[in-house]
Every structure is written in C-alpha cells, then in structure tokens.
C-alpha cells in the first residue's frame, strides 16, 4: 500500500514531531514556539505494510492579521489537495476554536479524517481521556481515533494500520 497523508492542526500541538517520527528522520523543525514550520514539508515513511508520503503542514491560525498567517492558511489548505488521508492533530484534554478551524478546513477537503489525540504521556488521569475523546467526536465523521504520544512513540503502530487501512 502508498498514499498520502497530511498532517493538520493548530501550531504546537505535535503535527512536526509526529512527522519526525513516522518518517523517521529530522524532516522537519520542532519547537515549543508556533511557527517555527513555514512550508510544508515532504516525507516518507516506509513500514512492513507500505509507504506513506507524509505532508508536515504550518499551523491553521485563526487570527489573519498578518500577512504570514495568511500564506501559511493557505499552504496548509493547498497541502491537502491530492493528498488521500488527514490526519488532525489535537492536544490531549485540550480544543479551542484553532482546533475547530483546522477540523472544518479537513471536512471541506472531503478526504477520510483521523483524529489523533497526541500528547496523552501529559494526562495523569487516563479516565479522562475518553470522556474528552467522545466529546470531540461528538457529530463529527472521524474515519479513527487515535491516542498517541508522538514524543514517546506510542500508539504509532495503531495509527499506521488504519491510516494504510484507508489508502
Ligand atoms: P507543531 O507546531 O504542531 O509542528 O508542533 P511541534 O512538533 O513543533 O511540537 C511542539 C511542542 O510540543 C514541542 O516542544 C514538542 O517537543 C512538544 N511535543 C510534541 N509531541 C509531544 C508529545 O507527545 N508529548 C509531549 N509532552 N510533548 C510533545
Ligand atoms: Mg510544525
């Protein structure tokens, strides 16, 4: 199996460092500041089951005044053309209305939707997370739902099989 996936999701929320960890290698810049992803960023990972051309995109803002907030909305939104799976990033026990503007921006792109709730290693109490995640997906389409921590590596596996499921 070979497809595309893109990587969509407000700035900071592991997008780049999910990226660095399926392809492998340092593709992409990883920061604790938004923004530090400029461009999209092109990637392959390569498993037993298949390879993935991965899409790193910049962060969806919300906020437009400036002009760079602008060009990487539309990077992010031009990212998804072609491309046959999304995956949408979120923070653990964390939505806001970035992440909501980065959910519509996927739906729009009418391609399968993975949501993967990354970041869980920060979660003391476990219990909460699937409360959380039935909340999000409350009336939303997800194709799957993924708990990872993409800094840790866990979940990752799960991820790939049914991101290849999709393809
Ligand atoms: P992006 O803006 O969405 O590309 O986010 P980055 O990949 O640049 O990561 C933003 C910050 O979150 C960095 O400081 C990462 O080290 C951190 N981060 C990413 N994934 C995880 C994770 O699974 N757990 C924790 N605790 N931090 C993470
Ligand atoms: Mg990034």
Redesign the pocket.
Known sequence: RCGSVAVI????????????ALVGAKV?????R????RHRLLGIATFPEGQLVMV?TP?LHKVQKRAMNRVMNRAARGALEGVDVGLL?IEAGRWDEEDGLACKVLEDAGIPVVLVV?????IKEKGELLPFIAQISEGRNFAAVHP?????H?GLEALVKDVMALL
Do not use: E, F, W
């Not at 992409?28 to 604790?32: A, E, Y």
């Not at 938004?34 to 992803?37: D, E």
């Not at 990872?148 to 840790?152: D, F, L, M, R, V």
């Open positions: 999701g407000r700035p900071n929320v592991g997008k780049s460092t999910l990226t660095n992409s810049i990883v920061s604790n938004p923004q530090t992803t790193d962060g990033v990354n970041k869980i290693d920060r990872i921590s993409a800094q840790k866990k």
